[in-house]
């Protein structure tokens, strides 16, 4: 996406989340609302980041599988909450601006929206939490001081 593109794709969301309408009070308190989960969750982006650091520096050829595939979910799971958090954003104004739903419709797709989003991070943060209690990430998690952070 070019810089161009970037700034008419920015322009065009504050324009919707920003309008002088009657709504813009609840699209504005949505906006914040997934801003904020987004910045919230942007430390699990950096964790997920030092997980894989960490695991280069690991000698992986005496890993275990098991390791492979808690690692992976680890990593999952640290990034969905806030890919979720930023996609929201989006899902509003799409949901709004470039559906031929009825109002009815479109207020009954965003409530959806917002539930099935909310039950994604709440469900990812559960799994992050019994992730990081298995004994194949157990060092890695003693390292970072995970476990008291969760």
């Known amino acids: 996406m070019s810089e161009e593109q970037q700034k008419t794709t920015l322009k065009q969301l ?3 989340f ?5 709504y813009s009070f ?3 308190t949505y906006l914040l609302f997934f801003l904020y989960s987004a910045i919230f969750y942007f430390d699990n982006v950096i964790l997920a980041i030092k997980f894989v650091f960490y695991t280069l520096g690991l000698s992986t050829p005496l890993l275990s599988l098991g390791y492979l595939f808690w690692g992976t979910a680890f990593i999952i799971a640290l990034i969905i909450p806030f890919s979720v958090s930023l996609s929201a954003i989006f899902i509003l104004k799409s949901i709004w601006t470039q559906t031929d739903l009825q109002i009815k419709q479109k207020f009954i797709s965003t409530i959806f929206a917002i539930i099935i989003v909310i039950t994604i991070i709440i469900s990812m943060d559960d799994i992050i939490r019994n992730v990081a209690k298995q004994s194949y990430l157990e060092e890695f998690a003693q390292k970072t001081n995970l476990l008291e952070r969760i």
């Not at 920003?18 to 009657?22: E, I, K």
């Open 26 to 28: 609840f699209t504005v």
């Open 14 to 16: 504050a324009d919707f």
């Open 18 to 22: 920003f309008s002088s309408s009657w």
